[in-house]
């Protein structure tokens, strides 16, 4: 069985590169919902409260959601497929899955094996096409660069085999270069990429997202609110309260960059309070206004934290806007990355 979109009459949606599909500027991001007895665990969850936060997004017009089989070893799959467990073809979203990231089931917090080798992918696609209870996945991405010595050109083209074979709609890359990316072109379009990218990370914007946009290729970004920094709901107590099974409890941005990362957020404050917008929506809308973004992936782990960001995919910040959050960036010293798009072009790829 494919999934086919959502027929959203809230939300505007925009053309994922070549794929034919068209989503929605914001998607459901499911990583936090794989728990937190895994490598890079959110802490524990709930999930019930997922599959709540999975079906209002849903019914709030948001037509994809993201996943990947590392995601607390299947765990964010197999909820994902409870939750659209009963929906018609028309409600269901798209849904996006990762391979190349494999956990040891008996040591769930050992870190993951980057593998790129050929039977290891089929091998992956099955269980995802198992635990998410679909034929066909809508679009299956590479996490990231295996580490066991398998060229690009190889494992991507097992992952257009998978397309030809039916059993993914489309392929694409996650967390590869501009080296990598032209590699596996060579061999057979890459129809999306997903890089990270937020206001604090930004260092995409300096090569990739200028290449994908020149190729056709769609451009779905993670972590845009930088693991919740830019919510205006972290601060040094919370941070200090984050329990050791959150991967956010050890990571720089958290530690030792939190005061500049708190300066940062407390500008897009000010440009939330002038919009009637939420600082997550803000956040989100930043990373939306750069031309080649198609849309950006927003986790949740319930109802309410949806409606945080669901505002983004309508909200349009003008070049004034930008170049404040860019006096902002320079003056904070977070992160690395270009500071705002080319003079006129926020906002050009808005529907």
């Not at 929605?24 to 919902?33: C, H, M, N, Q």
């Not at 050890?250 to 300066?263: H, I, M, P, S, V």
Request: aromatic content about 6%; charged content about 20%.
């Amino acid at each position: 069985m494919n999934l086919s979109a959502s027929a959203s009459k809230e939300l505007p949606t925009v053309p994922l590169g070549r794929t034919g599909m068209h989503i929605t500027r914001v998607g459901f991001g499911s990583w936090a919902l794989g728990g937190g007895d895994w490598a890079a665990g959110w802490g524990d969850q709930s999930d019930t409260d997922s599959i709540a936060a999975i079906r209002h997004a849903v019914a709030a017009g948001v037509n994809w959601i993201d996943t990947a089989a590392i995601y607390g070893l299947g765990r964010s799959e197999s909820v994902i497929a409870q939750a659209l467990r009963g929906m018609s073809a028309s409600e269901r979203p798209y849904v996006f899955t990762k391979c190349g990231l494999l956990g040891d089931p008996a040591d769930p917090r050992r870190p993951p094996r980057f593998v790129g080798a050929p039977d290891s992918i089929r091998r992956e696609v099955e269980g995802s096409l198992r635990r998410l209870e679909v034929d066909c996945i809508d679009l299956y991405q590479m996490h990231w660069p295996p580490k066991d010595g398998t060229p690009v050109g190889v494992y991507w083209q097992i992952l257009l085999d998978l397309k030809k074979e039916g059993k993914i709609r489309a392929a694409g890359l996650s967390n590869h270069d501009l080296a990598q990316l032209a590699a596996a072109e060579a061999v057979g379009h890459v129809d999306t990429l997903q890089p990270p990218f937020s206001a604090i990370r930004r260092e995409a914007a300096e090569r990739e997202i200028g290449w994908c946009a020149a190729h056709g290729t769609g451009v779905i970004v993670y972590s845009p609110m930088q693991s919740g920094l830019l919510t205006g709901a972290i601060n040094a107590h919370r941070v200090a309260a984050l329990p050791a099974d959150d991967w956010r409890s050890g990571d720089r941005e958290f530690k030792e960059n939190l005061a500049r990362n708190l300066q940062l957020t407390d500008a897009l404050a000010r440009v939330a309070k002038r919009r009637g917008a939420s600082i997550a929506a803000v956040a989100v809308a930043w990373t939306l206004a750069w031309p080649g973004v198609t849309g950006a992936i927003v986790g949740a782990r319930k109802p309410d934290q949806v409606d945080g960001w669901l505002g983004a995919a309508t909200l349009d910040l003008d070049t004034e806007e930008m170049g404040e959050i860019a006096g902002a960036i320079r003056a904070s010293r977070a992160g690395g990355g270009p500071d705002q798009p080319a003079r006129g072009a926020a906002g050009a790829d808005r529907p």
